[in-house]
């Protein structure tokens, strides 16, 4: 993985000998013939630089097939132009906000229906499966809950049923979880986030190891346009060179600060997979880089709290080299609505992390600084 990650996609230039894949910022290329498309016809349909990042992202994913967006929903949507009216999905509940409300507002209304399922178990997947069913969908670990579903189990429910399954693995990445292995038919991310790694660039990407469905997505890429561009696809080239090390140190910080937050009688809950002891299951090799926890505290002082770190930076978004706080109800997850929110765990009190490469102990001092400030108006455990 570590050479893969390297050298996937690159094919050195015989012009110049250029060892990092170049910015193809072109839009056209020159025909020798009128109709020639023996080459690069025009670049929503294709591009030397998106296409080394394609060829790199479906190596690194184990698939043949590699398609860049240009956001991770563009990506999801694109998927999504393969079902029709009438199509039921089964969608693992705690979702992206995003997402849930792509499927909400934008494809209900093309008369897509959707059920939700709690997806740490695969039979609840299989119990929601309807006559039209087209599609089951899932994140895991999931967002912002780290809720784990077994992906091999639930591909298993999905190809007994001739439905496909679609993982987004934006929080694992495939350094440390590849679905396509495990049996699903289509892998999406958010370049966004680890993949790229530096949040400098927004894009998404579509994976898969069937021909025929690469056809059709190849088909709605080009058809609906929402492609990711050269630089872009240059930055998220560059990022996945370093994956492996970042995820490595990603997961060896996220690791410290759970076991931190787990011991300090001011938090009541934290997620972060197999810091319950439980060895990580799913063929995890690591348990990445984001971290949950519940404040027992007023909204108000969660929201202060949120405010008084300063090597944690207050943003959206995740997986880049700096350290980033979030407060899901009012941040990534104030678009599903109150009651939903409740009713799936996620407390006003959360608070996602997504921790850095920064040095430890720095990241755990800052923690305990901010506990600190707003100390007086928590409620302790015990
Ligand atoms: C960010 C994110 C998305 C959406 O990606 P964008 O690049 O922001 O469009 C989808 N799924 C997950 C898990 C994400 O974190």
Not at 15 to 30: D, K, L, M
Not at 93 to 115: I, P
Not at 305 to 322: C, D, K, N, P, Q
């Amino acid at each position: 993985m570590d050479t893969r990650a390297i050298h996937a996609g690159r094919e050195i230039d015989g012009g110049v000998g250029a060892v990092s894949t170049p910015i193809y910022q072109t839009s056209t290329y020159r025909q020798q013939f009128p109709g020639d498309e023996s080459g690069y016809v025009y670049s929503r349909t294709s591009n030397p630089t998106r296409h080394a990042l394609e060829t790199a992202l479906a190596e690194l994913e184990g698939g043949r097939f590699g398609f860049a967006f240009a956001s991770g929903l563009a990506a999801t949507n694109t998927v999504m132009n393969l079902l029709s009216a009438g199509d039921h999905l089964v969608v693992g509940d705690d979702l992206y906000g995003g997402t849930f409300r792509l499927f909400e507002k934008v494809f209900k209304q093309f008369q897509l229906t959707f059920t939700y399922v709690d997806g740490r178990r695969a039979e609840n997947f299989a119990g929601a499966i309807r006559q039209n069913t087209k599609l089951l969908w899932l994140e895991t670990p999931s967002n912002p809950l780290m809720h784990l579903t077994d992906i091999a189990e639930v591909a298993k429910i999905a190809r007994e049923s001739g439905i496909l399954l679609a993982v987004d693995n934006t929080f694992a990445t495939p350094y440390i979880q590849r679905p396509l292995e495990l049996g699903a038919d289509i892998v999406v991310h958010s370049l966004t986030k680890y993949l790229a790694g530096h949040c400098d660039m927004v894009g998404g990407a579509v994976v898969t190891d069937k021909e025929e469905l690469a056809e059709r997505i190849g088909f709605y890429q080009n058809a609906v346009g929402a492609i990711l561009g050269p630089f872009d696809s240059f930055l998220a080239l560059r990022g996945l060179k370093t994956l492996p090390v970042r995820m490595e140190r990603h997961s060896y910080n996220a690791r410290k600060i759970a076991e931190f937050l787990k011991q300090s009688p001011l938090v009541k809950e934290v997620y972060y997979p197999g810091i319950d002891g439980k060895p990580l299951p799913n063929r995890m090799t690591m348990a990445g880089g984001m971290v949950s926890f519940v404040l027992d505290a007023e909204m108000d002082t969660v929201r202060e709290f949120v405010m008084a770190t300063s090597v944690f930076i207050l943003a959206e978004s995740l997986g880049g080299v700096e350290s980033l706080i979030n407060h899901p109800a009012t941040m990534t997850h104030a678009s599903i609505p109150a009651e939903i929110r409740k009713a799936r765990g996620i407390d006003d009190g959360l608070v996602r992390l997504s921790v850095g490469l920064e040095d430890v102990e720095d990241l755990i001092d800052d923690l305990k600084g901010a506990l600190a400030a707003s100390e007086k108006r928590m409620v302790k455990k015990g």
